[in-house]
């Protein structure tokens, strides 16, 4: 965080892949960063590998940085990431290999965002 800073300057948005690892984000939030990145921590595909949960849903618990979730491959991991509570979630393979391709992908993720699964109608206008 602190070479991505004196780099880019103090204007700049830095944000750390974290994998799974809490420690990795607390110490990346603690340095500074703008905001951390969750994966499933498999490593060298780690855009493919959906962050858990249950991971997100502690981070904003107990922290105050933003958080990206990584949704993998399929749009049905965004909904789920974004009830947990995930700030942002990051689509890959969900929208560009979409069966439908990726128009209908993004109108199908908009919805699942806005009417996650098990919620009732919204209450505000």
């Not at 940085?65 to 949704?71: G, L, Y």
């Not at 393979?93 to 128009?103: C, E, I, K, S, Y």
């Amino acid at each position: 965080v602190g070479a991505a800073r004196q780099a880019l300057g103090a204007e700049a948005i830095v944000g750390i892949q974290c994998g799974a690892s809490r420690h990795a984000a607390m110490l990346a939030a603690e340095a500074g960063a703008d905001y951390v990145a969750f994966d499933g921590g498999a490593g060298e595909r780690w855009w493919q590998d959906a962050a858990e949960p249950e991971l997100i849903a502690w981070w904003q618990e107990i922290m105050t940085t933003p958080c990206v979730a990584v949704a993998g491959d399929d749009p049905r991991t965004a909904e789920r990431l974004a009830a947990a509570g995930a700030d942002f979630v990051a689509v890959g393979a969900a929208v560009w290999a979409h069966p439908a391709g990726p128009d209908s992908a993004v109108r199908e993720l908009l919805s699942r965002l806005a009417h996650p699964a098990g919620a009732g109608p919204s209450e505000e206008p």
